[in-house]
């Protein structure tokens, strides 16, 4: 099981951009998906999710109204779409998949539980 991110890079402050997460080995539609992140000295952070059964999601408050969580299953790929980048939302990004979403949401406050899939992760840099 493997899931892969792609789309990060160096964006200046106010620009845009779109990360993908395609899974392989296994098929997404089952799981409940999440992305996260983990700045330079910062501890990993929940980000976003998205259900599986009907496809509702969740933002943390300091990316709500900027960040969008969507799914494709037919692609088997998830989406981060990102706009109007701050510096601080320099970071790791981080998709996960996990079948019950409830792990996703509690893997980074609960130590005994871990998601069955993390991608390797990829840097997102936004310059002032």
């Known amino acids: 099981l493997q899931l892969v991110e792609s789309g990060g890079g160096l964006v200046q402050a106010g620009g845009s951009l779109r990360l993908s997460c395609v899974g392989s080995?296994?098929?997404?539609?089952?799981?409940?998906i999440a992305w996260f992140r983990q700045a330079p000295g910062k501890e990993r952070e929940g980000v976003s999710c998205?259900?599986?059964?009907?496809?509702?999601?969740t933002y943390a408050d300091s990316v709500k109204g900027r960040f969008t969580i969507s799914r494709d299953n037919a692609k088997n790929t998830a989406y981060l779409q990102i706009v109007s980048l701050k510096p601080e939302d320099t970071a790791v990004y981080y998709c996960a998949a996990d079948p019950i979403l409830h792990t996703l949401v509690v893997v980074t406050t609960d130590k005994d539980r871990d998601v069955e899939v993390w991608g390797q992760g990829i840097l997102v840099t936004v310059s002032s």
């Open positions: 998205i259900a599986t059964s009907d496809g509702s999601t």
């Open positions: 080995g296994f098929t997404l539609d089952y799981y409940a």
